[in-house]
């Protein structure tokens, strides 16, 4: 029988430490399949999130969301955290929303929906248990609400209004 070894080491015995810079480690995916009505200034969970403990205080977090949503305003702001700390959004511009997820106004058709998409490679430096997740909120200006996995007509059962699925895709890559 062959021995089998990866950088010197029995198969038995890797590590992500004994992995190559670019390697992925672990894959984790959370999904929201359910619709939201917001009409809230303040940011809230909307209930799209997923946990992800890095092997190492070097690994990468390849931070991938798609979200599906619709919003009365020009603008609506989504915004995506780790943990408690907003993560990708742009310098602060006077009045201007700044985040990693605005829904644009789509076109003016009945039951028409936009979608938001980031990918951020994000470096915590932990190997403690890390939560990501998707805060929305409308905007103080608006008065419009704004729904996630829905369009705004979304009227009923026999409507051929879209229904969506958004998610949020965790990659730890080795440092």
């Known amino acids: 029988m062959a021995l089998i070894k990866l950088n010197n080491q029995s198969l038995s015995a890797v590590t992500s430490a004994g992995l190559p810079s670019g390697t992925v480690l672990q894959v984790v995916q959370g999904v929201k399949s359910d619709i939201s009505t917001l009409t809230s200034t303040s940011f809230v969970d909307i209930g799209l999130s997923a946990n992800i403990t890095p092997s190492s205080t070097s690994s990468k977090i390849l931070v991938s969301v798609q979200l599906w ?4 305003q020009y603008v609506a702001p989504n915004r995506l955290m780790r943990d408690t700390t907003e993560i990708g959004a742009a310098p602060n ?5 700044t985040t990693a997820l605005p829904f644009s106004l789509p076109p003016n058709t009945d039951g028409s ?17 890390i939560t990501y997740k998707v805060q929305s909120a409308v905007r103080a200006d608006g008065d419009q609400s704004s729904y996630i996995n829905r369009s705004e007509s979304d009227r009923d059962t026999s409507s051929y209004d879209p229904r969506t699925i958004s998610y949020i895709t965790l990659t730890e890559i080795a440092g």
């Open 93 to 97: 511009a006077g009045n201007r929303p």
């Open 113 to 129: 929906m936009s979608v938001a998409t980031v990918q951020i490679l994000d470096s915590p430096s932990t190997t403690s248990q």
């Open 69 to 72: 949503g619709y919003s009365g």
